[in-house]
């Protein structure tokens, strides 16, 4: 052990250059070095406490056999609290000097032969850091001024690994606001984008649809007087020119739904309707899609009226959607099946293909905005991939839910089920 002078000497120092370490590793063989070593200690382990795993874990170490060599530890031990003499200090934050340790069964035998130990916890502001442990071969080796010279280079370290740990916790608060910063710019930008696209999808919509409006309105004119000598040929153009823009109004037309839709602004006018007749008359109205694709749309006949409260144009809506659906997936010349029943809560409106079919893998997306779902190698047909969401949301205005059954290459049933009208309207 040093004399007064020189322990002051050491203890100067370490209180000067304290500040300055970086790092509580950094600060652990500073300690062991710098301090304890030259206070005429031959040996000291400087302990940190693993908070996650809940060790004592040997970071800094001096002494021929334990540190031979720049900053390597041969054997470096994980202690639990509780565990040996190390591990009884840190659990009850207490120094401890043993004289004879062949006399005590809490030691934990390391490198080398050792007789006698001194430990003292790194605690601050009750909150354990480590502990500082040095062995003697000779028994009886520390005096009371061991332990208070080794008490005052603990409390002084104990308190720089707090302001590590305060600064620490800082800088991961520095960094969480700069992430939070980032996101919420990054959120604003994302919004200011999807709003900026929102508004240029409404507005190109509503200038599509009178030109569109127009074009077809004059197309239809034009095949109404048609002469009676009009080549095959220039007929199946008027014809082609029809259907080209009846697919361009749909096109902007869901495009206007769906903007209402995300925006909120979709209005439903709900009243009793009987949706039997009104599906009948939808179907009719359909059948050229279904000419148009070379299939047949079936409808199986009601015979007892079925009410429910809804949106009519809404409905026929959703129900033309399922319809188109049905007949871009269905074989040439196959039958799609509609039919309404009462199913006591509910009535349901189904539409029944027996095309391709949804895979299972596929079941969560087909409701999901600008989705299109065909298993084919080619599709038949292109669309907005809104049809099915627009369909859905309409549903929910009505309190009613759109769903389907499938399975891959047997066809698809499509149903909606709307909240029936008991006894109406009589």
Known sequence: MTDDRDTLKVINNFALRLIAIPTKHE????????????????????????????????????????????????????????????????????????????????????????????????????????????????????????????????????????????????????????????????????????????????????????????????????????????????????????RNCDALVNLVNDFLDYEKIIAGKMVLSAAPVEIGQLAKSTVDISQGLAQTYSIRFVFNETTAPMWARVDETRYVQILRNLLSNAAKFSPIGSPVEISVDDTDTHIRTSVKDFGIGIADKHRFDVFERFTQIDSSDARRQSGTGLGLAISSSLAKSMDGILNFESSLGEGSVFYVDLPKIDNYPG
């Open 27 to 242: 600060l652990a063989w500073f300690i062991a070095r710098e301090v304890v070593g030259p206070l005429g200690f031959d040996d000291c382990v400087v302990y940190l406490y693993d908070e996650e795993k809940e060790v004592l874990r040997q970071t800094a170490a001096i002494g021929e056999l334990k540190n031979p060599t720049s900053e390597e530890i041969r054997n470096p031990l994980e202690i639990r609290i509780g565990q040996g003499i190390t591990g009884h200090v840190a659990q009850f934050q207490e120094p401890l000097v043993i004289d004879v340790l062949s006399k005590d069964d809490r030691y934990i035998p390391d490198i080398g032969i050792a007789q006698s130990e001194i430990c003292v916890p790194l605690v601050a502001d009750g909150r354990l850091f480590g502990v500082i442990d040095s062995e003697s071969p000779t028994a009886f080796h520390f005096t009371d001024t061991h332990l208070q010279t080794l008490t005052t280079v603990a409390a002084m370290a104990s308190a720089k690994l707090r302001l590590l740990e305060q600064d620490r916790t800082l800088e991961m608060h520095e960094k969480l606001l700069a992430a939070e910063k980032e996101t919420l710019h990054a959120l604003h930008v994302a919004e200011t984008a999807n709003k900026a696209k929102t508004d240029f999808l409404a507005t190109m919509s509503h200038e599509l649809r009178t030109p569109l409006t127009s074009i077809r309105g004059a197309l239809g004119l034009l095949n109404a007087s048609v002469i009676s000598n009009q080549t095959e040929d220039n007929q199946s153009l008027l014809d082609m020119a029809m």
